[in-house]
T-cell receptor, first 111, second 117 residues
Framework: DGGITQSPKYLFRKEGQNVTLSCEQN?????MYWYRQDPGQGLRLIYY???????QKGDIAEGYSVSREKKESFPLTVTSAQKNPTAFYLC??????????FGPGTRLTVT | AQSVAQPEDQVNVAEGNPLTVKCTYS??????LFWYVQYPNRGLQFLLK??????LVKGSYGFEAEFNKSQTSFHLKKPSALVSDSALYFC???????????????FGAGTRLAVHP
């Protein structure tokens, strides 16, 4: 999992609550990404960021928000507007144009 | 549009036998191709990549992949499978350059490899 940490590993929330997932990297990578993984499915891109203070929507950004105030950090907030938030969330980082390195993931369960 | 396909949901192989996990791609321009492996409840681990050069790419844990431009394929291979190779494998292709020059990855749906003793 390299120099990327995600916390917590497991997260439980009640429906209607916002929740923030942490992602930190010490690889000095410019780009960071958030993916969602559902059982039996591949990865779907939520948001990505190329540089500090800039980020772009991915394929499934609705109901999520991010910030990139520091190069090392790219937190993801799952808002109450996300209709099916229960999933495995993966953060990744890369140098521009190179392979991505992934964190260990956070499993979010909303009941 | 860029895309990648993994035609097999699951591949079963006996320990010690060679294994192949298939991947085909569709890109405009030169393909940048990647293989990742995921163990249960873990993040993805990078195995290997093809950017340019030799069609046979060697990666981590004894894996290799063969780039075939005419067949638009990038199959993952290993000469002798281990039970510990059992995991979920993802093929990915770099998306086409967008405004600003940024390239993101497009992942296949994944193939579950089961290696039996």
């Amino acid at each position: 999992d390299g120099g990327i940490t995600q916390s917590p590993k497991y997260l439980f929330r009640k429906e209607g609550q916002n929740v923030t997932l942490s992602c930190e990297q010490n690889l000095n990578h410019d780009a960071m990404y958030w993916y969602r993984q559902d059982p039996g499915q591949g990865l779907r891109l939520i948001y990505y960021s190329q540089i500090v203070n800039d980020f772009q929507k991915g394929d499934i950004a609705e109901g999520y928000s991010v910030s990139r105030e520091k190069k090392e950090s790219f937190p993801l907030t799952v808002t109450s507007a996300q209709k099916n938030p229960t999933a495995f969330y993966l953060c990744a980082s890369s140098k521009q144009g190179y392979e991505q390195y992934f964190g260990p993931g956070t499993r979010l369960t909303v009941t | 549009a860029q895309s990648v396909a993994q035609p097999e949901d699951q591949v079963n192989v006996a320990e010690g036998n060679p294994l192949t996990v298939k991947c085909t791609y569709s890109v405009s321009g030169n393909p940048y191709l990647f293989w990742y492996v995921q163990y249960p409840n873990r993040g993805l681990q990078f195995l290997l990549k093809y950017i340019t050069g030799d069609n046979l790419v060697k990666g981590s844990y004894g894996f290799e992949a063969e780039f075939n431009k005419s067949q638009t394929s990038f199959h993952l291979k290993k000469p002798s499978a281990l039970v510990s190779d059992s995991a979920l494998y993802f093929c990915a292709v770099r998306d086409a350059p967008r405004h600003g020059g940024y390239n993101k990855l497009i992942f296949g749906a994944g193939t579950r490899l089961a290696v039996h003793p």
